[in-house]
């Protein structure tokens, strides 16, 4: 075998094109990680609602243990959200949702997203949703298959 033919399947692996993900996988993979997120979170506030009321032996430990849950949530919802993503994206460029759809967030380039582009693709979740959510369906139109929040960070949602 010559060094020519034992390049040809690596060069062809390299000049594939990525198979980008389509709206609905992308979808998908968004509702599981809603699932998974709001999961988390109502555990991790039934933890603190645990440690603030104690074993709740009487109704007014409970009831201000789920007052001050009440006052808590919008207050550490959003970071809860924001510290989910950034972190996956930021660390393996998936989340749950993407994992078990096979998805993965990779840049232009096809290489890993830094916690910083993993931070501007979070800002631009909130102009995608903005507007009705035009800017996650503009991923069914878009060539690339891209939301507004991929192109702002410059990434792509490709198959695993």
């Not at 645990?50 to 006052?71: K, M, R, T, V, Y």
Request: hydrophobic content about 50%; charged content about 15%; some cysteine.
């Amino acid at each position: 075998m010559t060094s020519r033919e034992s390049d040809t399947p690596m060069d062809e692996e390299a000049i594939s094109p990525p198979q980008y993900a389509g709206f609905l996988a992308r979808g998908m993979a968004m509702g599981i990680d809603i699932l998974l997120i709001h999961l988390l979170y109502f555990c991790c506030l039934c933890a603190v609602a645990a440690a603030l009321g104690g074993h709740f032996l009487n109704w007014p430990d409970l009831l201000s243990s789920i007052f001050f849950c009440f006052i808590f949530f919008p207050l550490t919802f959003p970071l809860f959200i924001a510290i989910y993503f950034l972190a996956l994206h930021g660390w393996q460029g998936q989340t749950p949702g993407k994992m078990f759809m096979g998805l993965k967030v990779v840049r232009t380039d096809s290489g890993e997203v830094p916690p910083g582009l993993a931070f501007l693709r979070f800002v631009g979740y909130g102009l995608s949703a903005l507007p009705l959510g035009l800017g996650f369906f503009w991923s069914i139109i878009d060539r690339e298959k891209c939301a507004w929040h991929d192109h702002l960070a410059s990434t792509r949602v490709v198959m695993k």
